[in-house]
T-cell receptor, first 114, second 115 residues
């Protein structure tokens, strides 16, 4: 079955630096991959989606890359701010036609220090 | 739109009691998902519906769990009888594929504590 690995340890960075979060998967390449943000006590909120035929996607200070050879996605936040502190989840769309069925990683906690 | 609405936000019950969690998806969304989130296992999909019909319930942990969607604007997740290991945050999400994304919109969750 598909396994997703995200850094279980918190990532601490200084304000203004670029945060890079990693999502690795072990089995089939998904049709697409999504990144969500989750704040304490709240549900996940969608950030970005990247499809298997796309190498990179950007949205404001966010950038996602997708390498199907390495079976890895990287999520970058440039010019990070304390308000970016949250848990970031990656989610893969299961193949075989069930593209709405997402498998989530356990998330990486990002802490941006002022 | 108010977004996905879940109730109650917090539920504390004793082992053996029946628990019912409720969800109202975003109007017009034809997919509804129930997830469970724990520190150990992360966010796990329990079941999802399309046009009120259950499509995949392979994530439902055991027969004590059941879910229904009687109409397009309401779904329930029931645990009977509840056990302490069911303590978790339960999320409902909805989506409307066909656009350029299959984004899922999550509700605020129900934090369930079974004593």
């Amino acid at each position: 079955s598909q396994k997703i690995e995200q850094n279980s340890e918190a990532l601490n960075i200084q304000e203004g630096k670029t945060a890079t979060l990693t999502c690795n998967y072990t089995n089939y390449s998904p049709a697409y991959l999504q990144w969500y943000r989750q704040d304490p006590g709240r549900g996940p909120v969608f950030l970005l989606l990247i499809r298997e035929n796309e190498k990179e996607k950007r949205k404001e200070r966010l950038k996602v890359t997708f390498d199907t050879t390495l079976k890895q996605s990287l999520f970058h936040i440039t010019a990070s701010q304390p308000a970016d502190s949250a848990t970031y989840l990656c989610a893969l769309a299961k193949g075989g036609g069930a593209t709405n069925k997402l498998i989530f990683g356990t998330g990486t906690l990002l802490a941006v220090q002022p | 739109d108010a977004g996905v609405i879940q109730s109650p936000r917090h539920e504390v019950t004793e082992m053996g009691q029946e628990v019912t969690l409720r969800c109202k998806p975003i109007s017009g969304h034809d997919y509804l998902f129930w997830y469970r989130q724990t520190m150990m296992r992360g966010l796990e999909l329990l079941i999802y519906f399309n046009n009120n019909v259950p499509i995949d319930d392979s994530g439902m942990p055991e027969d004590r769990f059941s879910a229904k969607m009687p109409n397009a604007s309401f779904s329930t997740l029931k645990i009977q009888p509840s056990e302490p290991r069911d303590s978790a945050v339960y999320f409902c999400a909805s989506s409307s594929p066909g656009g350029h994304t299959d984004t899922q919109y999550f509700g605020p969750g129900t934090r369930l504590t079974v004593l």
